[in-house]
């Protein structure tokens, strides 16, 4: 049960919803975007999320499109994840979400919110990190499109107020040849103890990890060590693993060092398979 009242709105265009969120906000009613809902609820029963008004954005038109537009794929914010990994228009990315939560939560989990969540893994953004997509944001100014390796550092930094609307990506990353290995301590649902995507764009591997530390990154520097194909495969796991400067994730799902090795295993799982090397 939440425990508290709130209102509920539900705006038809990205103008009304930015203009509802700064009429809630100069209100006092703390106001925040709603899209699957599984996290504010989540949290709203316990307490971490408190809020007055609720802003649904499953009608705003963008949000709800996924679709080839001028050669980019549209990835509206409040597409839910069973949708992407049924329509499958960018396999990494079906790939990537089909291993979050079960399906029926995954029914409800959208593109936008798992990006946008506290909780996180966020894992969803792997593909779109490895992909150089765009992010489509709402503003009390207007629109703006930004890459995403300029605005995705640890979470999406929107500023107060911002709605996610979409993520476009370019249609040559969409085929591109792609693995994305998720290790679980058990079952075959939960939050992932170490998920690598990874995308293979003009013979070079990039490399994108959730679950190593508080946040989900891309590391250039780790995608040059990893193709140097100067070295053995052992020596360039290696050096790219140890020379990773992140904060270390030690809790019950399992201790840094542990996540380390199991990232070291899925990297040479990565490297077999898109590049046949043992
Ligand atoms: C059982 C279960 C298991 C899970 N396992 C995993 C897992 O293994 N890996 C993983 O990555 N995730 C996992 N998740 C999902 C994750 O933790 C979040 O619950 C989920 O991603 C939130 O998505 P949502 O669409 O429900 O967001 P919502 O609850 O609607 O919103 C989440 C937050 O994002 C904000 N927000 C939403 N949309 C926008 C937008 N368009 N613009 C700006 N802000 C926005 C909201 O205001 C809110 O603060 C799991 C969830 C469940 C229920």
Same mark, same amino acid.
């Given at each position: 049960m939440i425990s508290y009242d709130f209102e509920y709105y539900l705006p038809l265009s990205m103008k009304e919803a930015v203009? %509802?969120?700064?009429?809630?906000?100069?209100? #006092?009613? @703390?106001?925040? !975007? /709603?899209? #699957?809902? *599984? @996290? +504010?609820i989540t949290l709203g029963r316990l307490n971490v999320v408190k809020t007055r008004a609720i802003i649904d954005i499953k009608q705003i038109p963008e949000c709800r499109t996924f679709q080839i537009q001028q050669s980019n794929l549209f990835t509206g914010a409040a597409i839910p994840l069973t949708v992407i990994e049924e329509t499958n228009l960018f396999p990494l990315l079906s790939k990537t979400v089909s291993e979050i939560a079960d399906r029926t939560a995954r029914n409800k989990i959208t593109a936008g919110g798992n990006i946008c969540g506290q909780i996180f893994y966020r894992e969803a953004v792997l593909p779109f990190l490895l992909s150089d997509s765009q992010m489509v944001i709402a503003g009390s100014s207007g629109i703006r499109t930004v890459f995403i390796n300029e605005i995705f550092n640890e979470k999406l930094l929107l500023e107060p107020g911002e709605l996610l609307v979409g993520i476009k990506t370019e249609q040559r990353f969409l085929d591109m040849p792609f693995v994305?290995?998720?290790?679980?301590?058990?079952?075959? *649902?939960? /939050?992932?103890? +170490? *998920?690598? $995507? $990874? %995308?293979?764009?003009?013979g070079e591997i990039r490399? $994108? +990890?959730?679950? %190593? *530390?508080? !946040?989900?990154?891309? =590391?250039?520097?780790?995608?040059?060590?990893?193709?140097?194909?100067? /070295? =053995?495969?052992?020596?360039?796991?290696d050096e790219a693993v140890q020379s990773l400067k992140v904060p270390p994730l030690d809790d019950s799902e399992g201790s840094f060092q542990y996540r380390l090795f199991v990232l070291k295993n899925i990297l040479h799982e990565v490297f077999q398979q898109l590049e046949g090397e043992a």
């Amino acid at each position: 049960m939440i425990s508290y009242d709130f209102e509920y709105y539900l705006p038809l265009s990205m103008k009304e919803a930015v203009q %509802l969120y700064k009429d809630l906000h100069e209100r #006092g009613k @703390e106001p925040i !975007y /709603y899209s #699957g809902g *599984t @996290e +504010i609820i989540t949290l709203g029963r316990l307490n971490v999320v408190k809020t007055r008004a609720i802003i649904d954005i499953k009608q705003i038109p963008e949000c709800r499109t996924f679709q080839i537009q001028q050669s980019n794929l549209f990835t509206g914010a409040a597409i839910p994840l069973t949708v992407i990994e049924e329509t499958n228009l960018f396999p990494l990315l079906s790939k990537t979400v089909s291993e979050i939560a079960d399906r029926t939560a995954r029914n409800k989990i959208t593109a936008g919110g798992n990006i946008c969540g506290q909780i996180f893994y966020r894992e969803a953004v792997l593909p779109f990190l490895l992909s150089d997509s765009q992010m489509v944001i709402a503003g009390s100014s207007g629109i703006r499109t930004v890459f995403i390796n300029e605005i995705f550092n640890e979470k999406l930094l929107l500023e107060p107020g911002e709605l996610l609307v979409g993520i476009k990506t370019e249609q040559r990353f969409l085929d591109m040849p792609f693995v994305s290995i998720k290790r679980r301590r058990q079952w075959n *649902t939960g /939050y992932p103890l +170490i *998920t690598v $995507a $990874a %995308l293979k764009v003009n013979g070079e591997i990039r490399i $994108a +990890i959730s679950g %190593l *530390t508080t !946040y989900p990154f891309r =590391s250039k520097q780790m995608e040059e060590q990893l193709n140097n194909k100067e /070295y =053995s495969l052992n020596h360039r796991i290696d050096e790219a693993v140890q020379s990773l400067k992140v904060p270390p994730l030690d809790d019950s799902e399992g201790s840094f060092q542990y996540r380390l090795f199991v990232l070291k295993n899925i990297l040479h799982e990565v490297f077999q398979q898109l590049e046949g090397e043992a």
